[in-house]
Structure formats: C-alpha cells, structure tokens
C-alpha cells in the first residue's frame, strides 16, 4: 500500500510516519512528479532536487501556523502535492488549472506568491516582523535557491534581517545551479563551504607545515592563536555569521533525517537563522541528473528517455544570439550581457564564440543593465538579452544610467507579450508602457524572425539608446513574410493598402492583423495593414496621412494597452489637432493569467473573432476610443 495517495492526507500526517516511511514517501513523491511533469511539462529539476528537503521541513514544522516561503516558486510543487492538490497537478499551468508557482488564492499553505527571483526573505522578514508586533508565535521559513541569492534583493533582506535579529529560518538550497551553472563570488564561496571538512583540512595543511618546520614544535603555541584566527575566518559561514544570521551547515538535502535535526535547532533558534542545505537538481530521473539545465523548465517529454516531444525549431531568442554572434565577428566592441539565463535569451551561441565578451552576472538585473552603461561609455556596443518581465527590476537602470547619457546600448527584449504558462508574473505585457515614457529609448518590434534578425544588424549603426522586443518561441511555420531589412525610426511600413481603414499592429500581431483583415473583408469593411516596426517613435506622418483620408485606426498590440502603441497613436493624433476613429486593442489594466496563447487571447478579447465583431460593431454604430 502507499503513502502519498492512500495514507496521507494533510500536512500533520507526515509526523505520524517513521523515517523509513518519510523515505518511502519520498520515492512516491518522485515518481509521481515524474510521471506527471513529462504530460504537462513544469519545472521537473529543482523540484526533483527538494523532494526530501521538503518532506523534512513538514516533518520539523507546523504546515497550519508557521509560513514558508519558496523563492521563485517555482520549486513549490512538492510543497503543493503535500497540500491537498495532487489531482491539480493534471492541470499543471495550464489555462484554469493550477499554478507552477505558490498562489494564495490557491490555497491557505502558500503564504506568499512568487515567480521573480529573490524575494522570499523579505517577504519572510516581513510576516516575521508582523508576528512580533501582534505577538503571535508562528514561525517563518525562506526557502531560497543558491541562484536566487545571486539577486542582490537578497542581500538587502539578509542585511536587514541580520541586523534586526529577528527570528526566522532561511534555508539555503545550494545545488550550484541556476537555470544553468550558477556563477559569482557566492557560488564560489558557497561551494567552498560544500567541501564537507573544508575547515578540517586547511586545518591539518596548516598543522602538517608547522610540524615540518624545524623549529614547528616551539611554534606550536605561537601558531594556535593563527589557527584560531584561521577558523574564524574559514569555519563555514562566516559571511552570514558576520552578517548576523546563526549560520548551521552544510547538511545534506536528501537525508531528512539529519535535515530534520537541523531544522529542529533553527525552529527553536531565538534569532536569524540560515540552514546550508546541499541538494542534487534534478536528482532521481537519470535524464535531468544529466541535464538539469535543460529540466529546469521542461516542455512535455518522453519519460523513457527524456527526449521532448514537440520542439519549435527557430525561435525569436535563437534568432536573436546568431544575430549579436554575427555581429560579434565583425565587431570587436560587441558584447553580451545576461541576467542568469544564457540558454533562453540564446546568448549561448555568443558565449562559444566569444568568451571574453559575454557576461552572465547572475540573477542581477539591475547590475546587468548599469554594467551595460559602463561598458558603453567605455567605448564597447553591448547588447542585453532579457526577458520582458524581468526587465522590470532594471527600470531605473535603464532610465538613469542608459537612457540619460544616451548611451548606445541594445536591450533584446525576449518573452514580450504572453508568455503563457508561467502567467501572471512572467507575462511580458506590460515593457512598451513603462518604456514609452522614458526619453532618448527607441524602442522597435519585429513582425517576423527575419525582420528580427536584419533589426539587431542594423541596430551596430544605431548611435543611441534601443530597445527590440520580440516573443517567445518561433513564428508558425510558414510565416515568412516579405521582412524588412532598412529601418528609419518613427516610420512604418504599410503590408496592404485599405479603404476603411488601417489596423496599426506590432510584432507578432501582424500575423493576427491579416486574419482580422480577411474577416473584415467579409462584411464589408477593407482594411489595410501596418507594421507599427517602431512603438517610440511612432510615424506622424502616416498617422496624419490615414487621418487626412478618414481612414479609420485600428491598433493591436500584445501589451496593456495604457501607454503602449496604441496610447501613442492616439495621443499623436489628438497632439496634432487631427480627429479619426481610433480602435484600440490590447489588454485592458489587467494581470494575464497562465494558459496557452490563443486561450489567453480569446479569454482577454483579443482572437480574431472578438476584434472582428468590436471593429464592425464600433464602426457600424460610430463609437470609438476618440
Ligand atoms: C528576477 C528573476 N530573474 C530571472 C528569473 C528566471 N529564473 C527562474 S529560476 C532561476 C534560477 C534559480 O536558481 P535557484 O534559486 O538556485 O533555484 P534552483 O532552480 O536551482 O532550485 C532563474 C534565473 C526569475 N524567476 N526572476
Ligand atoms: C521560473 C522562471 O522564472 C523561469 O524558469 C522561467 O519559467 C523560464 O521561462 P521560459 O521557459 O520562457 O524560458
Ligand atoms: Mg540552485
């Protein structure tokens, strides 16, 4: 008989069972992840890897008062399979089913939503300090990846906490990766602190040079006070210890026993705490002990042999790393920055070729966008890889040290517009409003990926600051429209001549605009299209032009539609005293929720159908955005 689905049922059931029970339950917890990631796809690896550490952290805590935390999130899923969703999980990140990051509309266990890296000790220290104001007792538990505390906003929380003394626990789940190998000086020391004897055996190198010195047996006294100062510096964790945190570890992350005895002292700790905890990613299913960066995030795969199912072939990001790679051979000032995600912006390819100048900095948004600025003042042309929603911890990086000094740096702004299943804190829907109002940016979006890859080599030329978004994934295939290879900022490009009318699209909803288009013709209604290829600055001309000529202005764009394209075109038309039937269509202030693309689009108004029936509804009957 088995535990998972037929003796356990709530958190508390788990102190009931014995070691080799909670062993036992472990092995049922993998294989279950297993079987069901590989139909639904999810993040396989990190969750292999904290299998046993969560089933250690019920085992030492009370699941219905103290609160945990899990940092990105998106290691959560063992933490929800011990929390009365097990059936959810059919319905992993798909549209109307459960969350891959902790949601407390979801259930009463997740104390704190995530999805960006980083945050969990703050929003730990922050129910901890709420506790001790009202005077509660419950305890509070971060549960923090050694990727995650790359991102500086932890060491701003672990700098407040250790010096607040405030009580809780942050446990540290060291597996030396990110999305790939992790990087930076932490990783380095934290893999020090890793070597099991670390302390020991620089101990004994110490002891075994004073014995063979000839006087080493006088020294020996002398040398005891160095020794002692050597631990202090060399016992582990002397970095959060000086910081204030009780530091305890290493301690293996699969043995629950010891993680319990562990977890025990920290609960019981009166002050900070940071439990070291080593772990395996992707531990248990051969395929991702191989690769866990490719099981990080994985798309449905074939469980024998690890092999996914459905692959798009050329995507926007791969498009994107040839590009600056093939700049990189002409140009010896052409550099590459990344935010801990070289495979998914796809300045891998940039990295092979060019080591030198290619930067992962971690988890460190901020840092990557300022030390884009200093290597452009410095003379160097870099290029940012960055996902939309990610760029969001940069904004005032990119107003205050890229965009003031007009500095000719390039952001290749991957995942913009819906990214799907990650949902609401991935979804890149929100870059073309907070980057429109920023002056001297331009800011530019493909309609194909050819039109991508000739915008990255015509921005080497580009003096100033700029900005290229482009979507996840690859154009259907056989979309391979006449790209554009010339660009001249605030013009756009006119596909199809219309009588009606215009629909304004950018990027990816170009492809939309064409069916919109053919579903207009049939009730009448003869649309043209436009490839809005810049969002700042927009064409004036054109604008003027269509509004001269009573054409109505149809605006699509995979974004909110405050401040974007659409918000532009509008504001232009009303700037230049000109009136026009302006249409606007994007997402209406509003968070996206997970799912597939085209749910989303029909679920937000945007599939073709909606757009269709507004556009004849609002022209029929003259009601517009003007
Ligand atoms: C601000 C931010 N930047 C980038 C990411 C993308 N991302 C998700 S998980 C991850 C790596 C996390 O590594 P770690 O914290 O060590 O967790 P592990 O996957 O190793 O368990 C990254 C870079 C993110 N979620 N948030
Ligand atoms: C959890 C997280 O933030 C990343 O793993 C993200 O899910 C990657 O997204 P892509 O799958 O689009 O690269
Ligand atoms: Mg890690």
């Not at 921005?459 to 979309?479: H, K, M, N, Q, T």
């Amino acid at each position: 008989m088995g535990i998972l689905r037929d003796r356990y049922r709530n958190p508390e059931d788990i102190k009931e069972l014995t070691m080799d029970e909670l062993y036992q339950l472990s092995d049922e917890i993998r294989a279950f992840l297993i079987e069901s990631v590989s139909k639904t796809g999810g993040h396989l690896a990190p969750n292999l890897g904290v299998v046993e550490l969560t089933v250690a952290l019920f085992n030492v805590f009370d699941l219905e008062k103290d609160r945990i935390i899990y940092d990105v999130g998106h290691q959560s899923y063992v933490h929800k399979m011990l929390t009365h969703r097990l059936d959810d999980f059919a319905r992993l990140r798909k549209y109307n089913g459960m969350s891959g990051f902790p949601k407390r509309e979801e259930s009463r266990y997740d104390a704190f939503d995530t999805g960006h890296s980083s945050t969990s000790i703050s929003a730990g220290l922050g129910y901890a300090r709420a506790r001790d104001i009202a005077g509660d007792d419950y305890n509070v538990i971060s549960v923090i990846g050694d990727g995650a505390l790359t991102g500086g906003m932890a060491f701003e929380a672990l700098n407040d906490l250790g010096f607040s003394k405030t009580r809780m626990v942050v446990v540290l789940n060291d597996n030396q990766m990110s999305i790939s190998r992790n990087v930076g000086g932490i990783s380095t020391y934290l893999s020090q602190l890793r070597g099991d004897n670390y302390y020991e055996k620089v101990k004994k190198d110490i002891q075994d040079t004073i014995d063979r010195m000839p006087m080493g047996r006088t020294l020996n006294t002398g040398m005891m006070r160095i020794k002692n100062s050597v631990k202090t510096m060399l016992v582990p964790g002397m970095l959060f210890e000086d910081m204030g945190l009780k530091y305890l570890g290493p301690v293996d992350g699969h043995n629950i026993k010891d993680m319990s005895k562990v977890l025990k002292v920290a609960r019981d700790f009166n002050g900070p705490v940071i439990v070291h905890v080593r772990t395996q990613k992707g531990k248990g299913y051969v395929a991702s002990e191989k690769r866990p960066d490719q099981f990080h995030g994985i798309a449905p795969f074939n469980k024998q042999n690890g092999e996914v199912m459905s692959k798009v072939k050329v995507t926007y990001s791969k498009v994107f790393g040839e590009a600056v790679t093939e700049l990189g051979r002409k140009n010896g000032k052409v550099c590459a920055i990344t935010a801990a995600m070289p495979d998914g912006t796809g300045l891998s390819a940039f990295k092979k070729e060019f080591p030198t100048r290619f930067f992962d900095v971690g988890i460190a948004e901020q840092h990557a966008a300022t030390l884009a600025a200093g290597l452009a003042v410095a003379g160097m042309k870099p290029y940012i890889g960055i996902y939309s929603t990610f760029l969001q911890r940069a904004y005032d990086q990119v107003i205050h040290d890229i965009c003031i000094q007009k500095l000719p740096v390039v952001i290749g702004i991957d995942r913009a517009g819906i990214v799907g299943d990650d949902g609401e804190t991935h979804q890149g829907i929100l870059d073309l409003s907070f980057l429109s109002a920023v002056p001297n940016l331009t800011i530019m979006a493909p309609k194909s990926l050819e039109e991508l890859h000739n915008m990255v080599l015509w921005s080497e030329s580009f003096e100033g600051p700029l900005a290229i978004r482009y979507p996840r994934g690859g154009d259907p295939v056989g979309y391979n429209p006449k790209a554009l290879s010339e660009f001249t900022p605030g013009k756009f490009e006119v596909i199809t001549e219309g009588i009606d009318g215009y629909i304004y699209a950018t990027g990816k909803m170009v492809q939309r605009a064409e069916a919109v288009v053919k579903e207009l013709e049939g009730r009448g209604l003869r649309f043209g299209i436009v490839n809005a290829c810049f969002i700042k600055p927009v064409d004036f001309e054109m604008i003027r032009k269509h509004c001269e000529e009573n054409k109505a202005i149809v605006t699509l764009e995979d974004n909110v539609v405050h401040g974007g394209l659409g918000s532009q075109i509008l504001e232009a038309v009303n700037d230049m005293g000109l009136s026009a039937a302006v249409i606007r269509f994007g997402f209406r202030d509003t968070f996206v929720v997970q799912g597939d693309p085209e749910s989303l689009y029909k679920h937000y108004g945007l599939d073709t159908d909606s757009i269709v029936s507004k556009i004849s509804a609002r022209l029929c009957k003259g009601e517009c955005d003007e």
